[in-house]
């Protein structure tokens, strides 16, 4: 069974940095796609950004390209999120996931997920 543990996140001011870790256990890592999703209070999971199995590809949202750099480390089995110049729009709980084939934007297509990480922003 996979298992994703998350840490990072916190409260920070507009234009701040924050990076975001999500340790991979019970499977073989580099057989996996990874991604972040985020939800704000009151809305949908949505699509922050992907990475494939080998690492050769990501993808990113539109809101996020530019800022947001998703990278993967085979030695310690973990998927980071490297946010820059954050904005109040930013404001979410963000998620890691996991899944076995080609990584997707919905949030249906992944299997296994983290607990969650809170990220506030203010102006």
């Known amino acids: 069974q996979v298992h994703l543990g998350q840490s990072g996140g916190g409260l920070v001011q507009t234009g701040d940095s924050l990076k975001l870790a999500c340790v991979f256990s019970?499977?073989?890592?580099?057989?996996?796609?990874l991604g972040w999703f985020r939800q704000a209070p009151g809305k949908e999971r949505d699509f922050v950004a992907a990475?494939?199995?080998?690492?050769?590809?990501?993808e990113y949202a539109d809101s996020v390209r530019g800022r947001f750099t998703i990278s993967r480390d085979e030695t310690s089995s973990t998927v980071h999120l490297q946010m820059n110049n954050l904005k109040p729009e930013d404001t979410a709980i963000y998620y890691c996931a996991a899944d076995d084939t080609y990584y997707s934007t919905s949030s249906r297509a992944w299997d296994y997920w983290g607990q969650g990480a809170q990220v506030a922003v203010f102006s």
């Open positions: 019970g499977r073989a890592f580099g057989n996996y796609a």
């Open positions: 990475i494939s199995r080998s690492g050769g590809a990501t």
